[in-house]
């Protein structure tokens, strides 16, 4: 029941790109709000992008222009297509699904509500 889990993480050079993925077990959670988060041991979790239940993206400041969330709700996959990779994007990203959560913000996601993966490595090199 509304397991998530994710692939698609690796290791690559600075200025190289990726593609996650957030495979979803649970039929029609695609359809709601769902986001991909980043875990750094010393800075704890950070909100990366949220799609919400219409499709609209919001994203964190710190990778708009290079990330973009997309999800396929009839294949029950949200995507995160990361380009021009950073050795600050390096982390632990993980996928959640809110069906609760309506405005859809990164700040209003927590891991006592909704659904969570497990999470995929990237690390980005210099």
């Known amino acids: 029941q509304g397991h998530l889990e994710e692939r698609g993480g690796g290791s690559v050079q600075a200025g190289g790109s990726l593609r996650l993925s957030c495979l979803v077990a649970n039929y029609g959670l695609t359809s709601y709000c769902m986001g991909w988060f980043r875990q750094v041991p010393e800075k704890g979790r950070e909100g990366v992008a949220s799609i919400d239940r219409n499709g609209t993206p919001k994203y964190a400041d710190s990778v708009k222009g290079r990330f973009t969330i997309s999800k396929d709700t009839t294949n029950n996959i949200l995507y995160l297509q990361m380009n021009s990779l950073q050795p600050g994007d390096t982390g632990m990203y993980v996928c959640?699904?809110?069906?609760?959560?309506?405005?859809?913000?990164?700040?209003?996601?927590?891991?006592?509500?909704?659904?969570w993966g497990q999470g995929t490595q990237v690390t980005v090199s210099s």
């Open positions: 959640a699904a809110d069906p609760g959560h309506h405005d859809c913000s990164l700040e209003g996601f927590t891991p006592a509500k909704g659904f």
